[in-house]
């Protein structure tokens, strides 16, 4: 940051595809903008992305990378470190970094994204993002007629059985300890979905890949795929002492924003994930540029009303 302008007119914590997004359009506006990015992106197990417009099937540390460099391009700012916590300041917000300088800053973009906690089932952690997945529009096609089975861990799991099923014919329902209601059992049947029901103990895999589901009668279910419902939490902790708290969702967690990513509090935007729990890198990438475009206009704003007082001042004094 240079001496004689240490004020920021944008701060954007979270690197991902919403963060480089609205990053890269503030840059492109000509705006003074820095990315503070902890390097723990949510879709690092991944392979690929799938359904980005153009960069289909790019991986996650590629697409990333290109992004860093666009931003770069246009005089942005890239910080690699932790942020540990956001006060109001003089200018506006007063974020400190882990290894770094308080930056301050003129607005705040909030674009950390969420973490997904894990079902506690031995198996599922270790493939992640392989064999073990969420999101139909993310891998549907990469599994595409092969056997799915989707693992009763959520309130969205008869759901995401549902969907599935769009992809596959072979789609298994395990029910876990927790009979399904009678309207889910009937949607399930209506998709000649089968419900194994018993208490799960364990997703099998064999070398680096998933061969089944195990249940606690040690009885073995052969799939090739399951599907599980994490709990998605916003990354929002750091944010507390500006008035920013995530909103509780039956799925996780959320902050909660308007249609331009504006939170409640004066200021601060949200972008991605953090907003917007079902969100692709596609829609992520977008919500970051729709939100930089008002945190732009909001900051012509603010420069226009203090040109005008300024101009009303000089006059005073003349």
């Known amino acids: 940051m240079a001496e004689q302008d240490p004020v920021w007119d944008v701060v954007i914590v979270g690197g991902g595809a919403a963060g480089l997004s609205a990053a890269l359009t503030l840059a492109r506006a000509r705006r003074r903008v820095t990315v503070v990015d902890a390097g723990e992106p949510r879709n690092a197990p991944a392979d690929a992305v799938h359904g980005l417009l153009a960069l289909d099937g790019v991986s996650p540390g590629e697409l990333l990378a ?4 666009e931003v770069l391009g246009y005089g942005g700012d890239l910080v690699a470190d932790e942020v540990v916590d956001v006060q109001l300041g003089t200018c506006g917000f007063a974020v400190a970094l882990r290894n770094g300088p308080t930056l301050q800053a003129r607005r705040l973009l909030i674009a950390t994204g969420l973490a997904d906690e894990l079902p506690d089932i031995p198996g599922i952690r270790e493939q992640w993002g392989h064999g073990v997945l969420h999101c139909p529009y993310c891998h549907g096609w990469e599994v595409r007629d092969r056997s799915v089975g989707v693992l009763a861990t959520g309130p969205m799991s008869v759901h995401q059985a549902l969907l599935f099923r769009q992809w596959s014919p072979y789609v298994v329902f395990f ?26 103990a364990q997703v099998e895999v064999v070398g680096d890949r998933v061969t089944g589901v195990r249940l606690a009668d040690e009885q073995l279910i ?48 949200v972008a991605g994930n953090a907003s917007d729990l079902s969100a692709q890198v596609s829609a992520a990438a977008a919500e970051g540029a729709r939100a930089a475009q008002h945190i732009n206009a909001d900051l012509v704003m603010e420069d226009l009303a203090e040109a005008v007082a300024a101009v009303g001042r000089e006059r005073a004094h003349r």
Do not use: K, N
């Open 66 to 69: 290109r992004g860093r460099q």
């Open 175 to 200: 029910a876990g300890e927790q009979p399904p209601a009678p309207e889910d059992r009937a949607r399930l049947h209506a998709l000649d979905i089968a419900i194994i029901e018993g208490p799960i």
């Open 222 to 269: 052969e799939v090739d795929v399951a599907v599980v419902s994490p709990r998605m939490v916003a990354r929002a902790d750091v944010f507390a002492g500006i008035g920013v708290e995530p909103t509780e969702h039956p799925a996780g967690s959320f902050i909660e924003a308007d249609a331009t990513g504006r939170t409640s509090v004066p200021g601060v935007w």
